[in-house]
């Protein structure tokens, strides 16, 4: 059982997480690469799909606030989690199919995204057994298919790297450390 000094102690831990994963959000409108920042890429037509799920940071950091202040969200809330975590990752994974990698560094980007939402499925089902932790999952998908996109597109475009970028890297470790805070076993993250 939680006291209440556990309790505050979690919930501003994950505060402090949603407050630094809201970096993601200041992210959209500083170049990432080429100085050319997601808001900019959305427009492009070959660049659209590697923009759109920097998006879900709005999302991510909303349904975290939300998560955080209730502990839990409506039928219809964990569907549009979930639903527009699955298109987002389905459109990072749609990558795959305009052409072959020309280098090394584009190889691994590209492959970079099936282990992370492999390992993002296995922990959404994962927590779905256990009370608590699944009441966080909804965030969570959303974080994961942020996550997927990042860090293919952090490798696709390492070395060019602008404040974009770098907004993306810090989201992208805040949203990590909240999905382990959620997933570690023996932690009460509804009163988190």
């Known amino acids: 059982m939680n006291t209440p000094r556990q309790h505050a102690h979690r919930s501003i831990v994950q505060l402090l997480l949603t407050a630094v994963g809201m970096t993601g959000i200041v992210g959209l409108f500083l170049p990432f690469t080429y100085g050319t920042s997601p808001v900019d890429a959305v427009a492009d037509k070959e660049l659209w799909r590697l923009a759109v799920p920097f998006f879900l940071a709005v999302l991510a950091s909303a349904a975290s606030i939300r998560w ?31 052409g072959r990698p020309a280098t090394m560094q584009e190889w691994i980007a590209l492959v970079s995204p099936v282990p992370i939402l492999a390992l993002g499925v296995y922990f959404l089902v994962r927590n779905s057994r256990m009370e608590p932790a699944r009441k966080f999952n909804p965030v969570m998908a959303i974080q994961i ?5 990042a860090v293919l597109c ?3 475009f390492f070395g060019g790297w602008e404040r974009g970028a770098y ?9 990590v450390l909240q999905i382990v805070l959620a997933s ?4 009460d993250v509804v009163n988190s």
């Open 68 to 98: 955080v202040i209730s502990g839990s969200f409506s039928g219809r809330e964990r569907a549009i989690g979930y639903v527009v975590s699955a298109t987002m990752a389905g459109v990072t994974l749609s990558l795959w199919f305009p």
């Open 145 to 149: 298919a942020y996550l997927a996109n």
């Open 154 to 156: 952090l490798i696709m």
């Open 167 to 175: 907004c993306a890297l810090v989201a992208a470790l805040a949203f």
């Open 184 to 187: 570690a076993p023996g932690i």
